[in-house]
């Protein structure tokens, strides 16, 4: 089950300098929409000879291929657009499976990785002699419908069409390998894998559409979508060090209270602590003490104390080499500290040169980042998806809970943003129709046979997924759903299975039912 060795010390470097780079990478995301984003980690490119069963040497996995694809599935007339796709058939031979997987709402170059056994999907390829796909979604990277991103033309995103375009490219797609012309889902066994969003979407998909992809692997699919998802921060703040969360949980407390009682002069203070005095609303400054919590997200079973978020939770309870109890040192030392990080450290991380307004701002509808309408503008076009059907808003939670993240963000600053963004599309802020989506696609209520569910326990997505607190959706051997004590799409990567010995659980299990279930499939079960 487990890849080459050095590919696996590569990977491992690969995660240590992605912490360093994703600063530099944010230089080009000022703004609190883009991050908190459900999607899939991202691992190197394996530099490196692919060699077919046969001894023939195949294309680098970097070879982009093109589809045309429909502009509109519902009105072919509209004719059809570039989708870009990568591929993977190293381990292929004749009547194995294709294994298809879409990275979601990135630009997908740079992703094609996960065509490799360094992640679940080629583990699957590699046992069952199969190819492995990866293809962009449209709207995403250079795999788009028109040369814009105006609201005219993102009327064409939408879940439907998604799911649509994954189900014409199975149907209607020669594949650039030997053969490939003769592996339609009635030919061949396709398997539709995902992560985060591209893990719903394979849900969706097979809810939707069942009879084209015979089986599917889910990796923190968040499958239920909601408007107001505080429960993003719930994991964080029960596995982080208790005593940052308990001093994080004490300088909130005393930010909303100054909001209650309207000390504005109060909050000039605080805000002018974190050196972030400029902004000029409340809302924006209690967003920027969320980035802190964000970069949970990018933790992973490799990580060590020199990530960010560990550098952030020492500075704030590491005093004179002595560290903090469970309940922290504090709300004066707390502010302090935490203020001197962004100073220090935090705002250069995530705003580079910009000036705060720039970077943090959300009030000015001119904002390059608000009328920006160029390709490849990933945060454009899944906060189209955000307004329109997905939502996730992260918020702070109910009175009586808990809270690490303000209680002055809500749903209504993440909505205010959508007309900042679509002024065309809409009017007033716009509630996400996340009911008619969990309507049309199940949601947690999805049924539907040979779909494996693995999530993480560490997820800040979890609650979104079939494995959400309470839910207690029955396992069964027609739908598994496992937990691994993983963070995000911690188990979709094979090098974690050696480093967390409940990700090598959760694959190892996956592998076997994908064994049995191919054993299962015949030509024309498709």
């Known amino acids: 089950m487990s890849c080459d060795p050095t590919l696996q010390l590569v990977i491992k470097m690969w995660a240590l300098m992605s912490l360093l780079l994703v600063g530099i990478a944010r230089a080009a995301i000022p703004n609190s929409m883009s991050r908190g984003m459900p999607s899939v980690p991202k691992i190197p490119v394996p530099e490196r000879l692919f ?14 291929y093109y589809f045309d694809q429909l502009r509109d599935h519902n009105n072919i007339n509209l004719g059809t657009f570039k989708q870009r796709y990568w591929m993977d058939w190293e381990f292929y031979e004749p009547g194995g499976p294709i294994i298809l997987n879409t990275p979601g709402e990135v630009n997908a170059d740079g992703y094609q990785g996960y065509v490799t056994n360094a992640t679940i999907n080629g583990l699957i390829a590699q046992q069952q002699k199969g190819a492995a796909i990866l293809i962009e979604h449209r709207f995403f990277g250079f795999s788009n419908p028109y040369d814009n991103l105006t609201s005219q033309s993102l009327a064409l995103l ?8 994954l189900v014409y490219f199975a149907t209607t797609v020669n594949l650039p390998m030997s053969g490939g012309d003769a592996v339609k889902p009635s030919q061949a066994p396709w398997i539709l894998v995902g992560g985060s969003y591209g893990g719903a979407l394979t849900s969706y998909t097979m809810v939707n559409k069942p009879g084209i992809f015979w089986a599917g692997y889910l990796s923190s699919a968040t499958v239920e979508t909601t408007i107001d998802y505080y429960g993003y921060f719930t994991p964080i703040r029960e596995y982080m060090p208790q005593n940052c969360s308990s ?15 309207k000390d504005t002069a109060g909050i000039k203070t605080l805000q002018e602590t974190f ?19 964000w970069d949970w997200q990018d933790l992973d079973p490799s990580t060590g104390p020199d990530s960010i978020f560990y550098e952030f ?23 302090r500290s935490w203020g001197n990080f962004w100073n220090t450290t935090y705002y250069r991380y995530n705003c580079h040169d910009q000036d705060v307004q720039t970077c943090l701002g959300t009030f000015d509808p001119t904002a390059n980042y608000f009328t920006n309408i ?41 909505e205010r943003q959508c007309v900042n963004m679509f002024p065309e599309a809409f009017a007033y802020p716009p509630q996400p129709a996340t009911a008619e989506t969990n309507a049309m696609y199940a949601g ?6 040979r779909l494996f569910f693995a999530n993480g326990l560490r997820d800040p997505w979890r609650g979104g997924t079939v494995s959400a607190d309470g839910l207690n959706k029955p396992n069964t051997t027609s739908m598994p759903i496992y937990m691994s004590d993983g963070f995000h ?9 050696g480093i967390d010995p409940t990700i090598a659980v959760v694959q190892e299990a996956a592998l076997r039912y994908m064994k049995e279930w191919l054993a299962e499939w015949k030509p024309g079960n498709s």
């Open 51 to 64: 060699i077919s069963p046969n001894g023939t040497i195949l294309p680098n996995i970097t070879t982009t």
């Open 158 to 165: 939408t879940v439907q069409q998604a799911i649509d375009d």
């Open 247 to 261: 001093d994080i949980q004490a300088v909130i407390t005393y930010l909303d209270g100054m909001y209650a009682a």
């Open 275 to 293: 050196g972030l005095g400029g902004l000029d609303h409340v809302a924006d400054f209690a967003t920027a003490l969320q980035y802190n919590l």
């Open 313 to 335: 939770c020492d500075a704030l309870e590491v005093k004179d080499g002595v560290n903090a109890g469970p309940e922290g040192w504090g709300v004066d030392h707390a502010i």
């Open 374 to 414: 160029t390709v490849n503008n990933a945060n454009r076009s899944w906060l189209w998806m955000v307004c329109n059907q997905i939502g996730f808003y992260q918020t702070g939670p109910p009175e009586g809970q808990p809270a690490i993240v303000s209680r002055i963000i809500q749903p209504s600053y993440g």
């Open 444 to 449: 947690w209520n999805v049924n539907v046979p």
């Open 489 to 497: 799409c911690s188990d979709m990567l094979s090098y974690d299975n």
